[in-house]
């Protein structure tokens, strides 16, 4: 009796609670997904989407230009990835050593750039790159070059957008895990023996390891996507598998095939995310932002 | 000698940090300057000019872009955070069914790229016939930002002692009660800085945005795309140079604030 009771007692409020997120995620997130499956299974006739069942989207992902698109994709999102590394790990070690102040200081003007819109930052960029651009007169006036250097719409462009764009989604994981690294036992090694670089090598890196690889699926994923970037600053040059599923949902009208490419990242998501986990990352640490 | 050693490490790191803030706030900087050029190409500087300033304020679909990022980012801030901070709550609180379907879905727009969840909802959108336009936008931004409301508020609910909410029971407080007087107010900081993350997501947000909006509602990142390829005025500049400095007024009131709290 004071069983059921219980029970009934609790029903209301879970429901009062729950019960929105749990509509909101399945008609707004796992039914969207669930009909883009479904949809790269479809065709077009060129306007509309047309309900005949075939593997030719599939098929048609192995299209040589696609390829190549993928190619220079993974090269982008590669190097990106590694550059955002490289210059964010020691940026996020300076400020999880500084004093408390600093500290708070140094996040938040991480943080403010990026409450001024991107595309906006992204064409300052431009007008800093560009064949008539700030570099290039300064270049010119001060007498160290005389022809204008091609910096815009390149890879290299492309490549400093995503770095510019993505580098706090890797500084902010490796603060966090620099940060909550136990001072013992660094102290430890250096008592040991160990030198700095030892230490650094042997006991800092790997236990900071996982901060590396959350930033690094934090930064890889999204810049196979970032089709806006491309577009700015390589000019439509260097095509992303973000421009193609682009194309296909805007211009080309073909979202079956867009939903195909679309299938295609999830399934690299869902690898990397599965490689993650069974390394022992928690889920907890790529929310973090 | 180590002590010298220090001091070259501390020089080294200093120079670093100026390389890396230099490189975050460059674009902003050149942004600022040419918001006061006279040339309106905006590719050498020529003149000094506060024109572009007055212009803004007659540029009326530039505003009313501003208008509409501004209408979707509150919109979408305040769905976001009431289902956000009731899914943690709950989800924190109660065992049921299905709830580890629940926490993984919550992870879905966070680890997928922008773009596939944005084609996913236009396709959704077409299919049930929502019309395009602020309502889609609204609808997708408050998506992708409960998650971020639920993680936020989760951190907060992590170091909250259930037994203050038994006493509110036990004295007689009904559940709802308690929730709105006792436990509320204590996970409050959680919920005001995931408000902050989901607004600060919508307002900045092109991709989504960009597939699920309709024709005639401009929010102001795609006003900007749009005009990227003609060329961005300089009025463009002036309104992201007024934004840039409220922002930073912002930031240096709260940080005061904290201070004084602390």
Known sequence: MRKSYKIRNKTIPLLATVSPVVIWLTLLVAAPLIYVFFLSFLSTDGYNVVFRFSFDNYINLLNPTYLEIYTNSFIIAFFTTVICIVLGYPFAYIMAKANKKNKAVMLIMLMVPFWTNSLIRLNGWKTILGKTGVLNSILIDSGIINQPLEILYTRGAVLLGMVYTLIPYMILPLFASIDKLDDGLLEASNDLGANKTKTFLHVTLPLTFSGVFSGSIMIFIPSLGFFFVSDIMGGGKSQLIGNLIETQFKAANNWPLGASLSMLLILLILILVTIYKKSGGDMKDLGVM | ?262
Do not use: C
Not at chain 2, 128 to 137: A, D, E, H, T, V
């Open chain 2, 1 to 262: 000698m180590r002590k010298r050693k220090a001091k070259l490490g501390g020089t080294l790191s200093k120079i670093y940090t100026a390389f890396m803030y230099v490189f975050l706030y460059l674009p902003i900087a050149v942004i600022v300057v040419y918001s006061f050029n006279t040339s309106k190409m905006n590719i050498s500087f020529e003149g000094f000019t506060f024109d572009w300033y007055a212009k803004l304020f007659h540029n009326q679909p530039l505003l009313e872009s501003y208008g509409n990022t501004l209408l979707v980012g509150a919109a979408s801030t305040i769905i976001a955070t009431i289902v956000g901070t009731l899914a943690s709550y709950g989800m924190s609180k109660y065992k049921f069914k299905g709830k580890g379907i629940i926490d993984a879905l919550l992870y879905v727009p966070v680890v997928i790229p922008e773009i596939v969840l944005g084609i996913a909802l236009l396709a959704i959108f077409n299919l049930s016939n929502i019309p395009m336009g602020l309502l889609s936008l609204i609808i997708a931004h408050a998506t992708f930002s409960i998650p971020f409301v639920v993680f936020t508020v989760n951190a907060r609910l992590a170091g909250f002692d259930r037994s203050v909410e038994e006493a509110s029971m036990d004295l007689g407080a009904s559940r709802s009660k308690t929730f709105f007087t006792v436990t509320l107010p204590i996970i409050m900081p959680g919920v005001i800085s995931g408000a902050f993350l989901a607004f600060t997501l919508s307002v900045d947000d092109i991709i989504i945005s960009f597939f699920t909006t309709g024709p005639g509602s401009n929010t102001f990142p795609l006003k900007v795309m749009e005009l990227i390829k003609t060329g961005v005025t300089p009025d463009v500049y002036a309104l992201t140079t007024i934004v840039f400095i409220i922002t930073i007024a912002i930031v240096i009131v709260t940080q005061h604030d904290k201070k004084k709290i602390a």
